[in-house]
């Protein structure tokens, strides 16, 4: 059973960065699909970032492009998410997923490991 836990979110000014870490333990995640997704207050979750067990391809929401980088370190057992420029719409609950084997896109049905997120405010 995969635990996953975020951590890094917070407040920031516009125009500002952070960066977000997932730290997995139960299981070795070498061989997942992890992904990052967000939800804000009276939206749906949607996908952010995701990225295979060998670290590429990456993909992207349209709204991460160029300004979100997604990572991962495998001998950690860790996600992460790089965000700069950020802006008040980026504003939501931050969700790492996972799910064993290959990644199938952005939607958040195929994830069956969440963690409990990790709020990110824009201001």
């Known amino acids: 059973h995969v635990q996953l836990v975020e951590s890094g979110g917070g407040s920031v000014e516009v125009g500002g960065s952070l960066r977000l870490s997932c730290v997995a333990s139960?299981?070795?995640?070498?061989?997942?699909?992890m992904g990052w997704f967000r939800q804000a207050a009276g939206m749906e979750r949607e996908g952010v970032a995701i990225i295979p067990d060998s670290g590429a391809p990456t993909s992207y929401g349209a709204s991460a492009k160029g300004r979100f980088t997604v990572s991962r370190d495998n001998a950690k057992n860790t996600l992460y998410l790089q965000m700069n420029d950020l802006d008040p719409q980026d504003t939501a609950m931050y969700y790492c997923?996972?799910?064993?084997?290959?990644?199938?896109?952005?939607?958040?049905?195929?994830?069956?490991?969440w963690g409990q997120g990790t709020q990110v405010t824009v201001s």
């Open positions: 997923a996972a799910r064993q084997g290959s990644c199938y896109g952005l939607r958040t049905s195929p994830y069956n490991y």
């Open positions: 139960g299981v070795s995640v070498s061989y997942y699909c």
